[in-house]
T-cell receptor, first 110, second 116 residues
Framework: QKEVEQDPGPLSVPEGAIVSLNCTYS??????FMWYRQYSRKGPELLMY????GNKEDGRFTAQVDKSSKYISLFIRDSQPSDSATYLC??????????FGAGTILRVKS | EAGVVQSPRYKIIEKKQPVAFWCNPI?????LYWYLQNLGQGPELLIR????????DSQLPKDRFSAERLKGVDSTLKIQPAELGDSAVYLC??????????????FGPGTRLTVL
């Protein structure tokens, strides 16, 4: 079993929809949680960073961490065609390497 | 400001041939990472440098892979000899500081390797 599980999709939604992307993990030592966006033929870019549990909001993006359930989510409000990309969750404990999920492909249709 | 630069962007080689990838990190970034990304998977760390020192190379297959970061700036990743299973995207990333859990990693566009 992988340390981080992420549904690969693809997830296809109409423009303006609310998107929910999720990851589960098994390592209870993880405390730092990130979401990266990766466009085709590009490298990942950091979208959201959260330490420990709770919510964090940045514009149309909200990241949630539930450490008791070992579950993290990324919500995208008012989704746009430009949001079409692969979304990777990543997490780590202090001083250790990032562990990435496999990524979820998101397609926003106009 | 220029981002992380990688070259070549694409490389096609025959199996058993050597191949090298080059990375120039963002100016002033002390920490440099090489990742491997297989199709449909997330990046996996191969090696991490702090300045010239390789501080985490536990995931680097040392029988065929080697890396160097002379003068603590540019870095080269080499595979010799390449195998069919090495076909993947090789990503380079850099960060200003050395705190993996807190310092943002900036990724280059990657080198897509195809081994025939």
């Amino acid at each position: 079993q992988k340390e981080v599980e992420q549904d690969p999709g693809p997830l296809s939604v109409p423009e303006g929809a609310i998107v929910s992307l999720n990851c589960t993990y098994s390592n209870s030592a993880f405390q730092y949680f990130m979401w990266y966006r990766q466009y085709s033929r590009k490298g990942p870019e950091l979208l959201m960073y959260t330490y420990s549990s709770g919510n964090k909001e940045d514009g149309r993006f909200t990241a949630q961490v539930d450490k008791s359930s070992k579950y993290i989510s990324l919500f995208i409000r008012d989704s746009q065609p430009s949001d079409s990309a692969t979304y990777l969750c990543a997490m780590t404990s202090y001083g250790n390497k990032l562990v990435f999920g496999a990524g979820t492909i998101l397609r926003v249709k106009s | 400001e220029a981002g992380v630069v990688q070259s070549p962007r694409y490389k096609i080689i025959e199996k058993k041939q050597p191949v090298a990838f080059w990375c120039n990190p963002i100016s002033g970034h002390n920490t440099l990472y090489w990742y491997l990304q297989n199709l449909g998977q997330g990046p996996e760390l191969l090696i991490r440098y702090e300045n010239e020192e390789a501080v985490d190379d536990s995931q680097l297959p040392k029988d065929r892979f080697s890396a160097e970061r002379l003068k603590g700036v540019d870095s080269t990743l080499k595979i010799q000899p390449a195998e069919l299973g090495d076909s993947a995207v090789y990503l380079c990333a850099s960060s200003l500081g050395s705190r993996v859990s807190e310092d943002t990693q900036y990724f280059g566009p990657g080198t897509r390797l195809t081994v025939l």
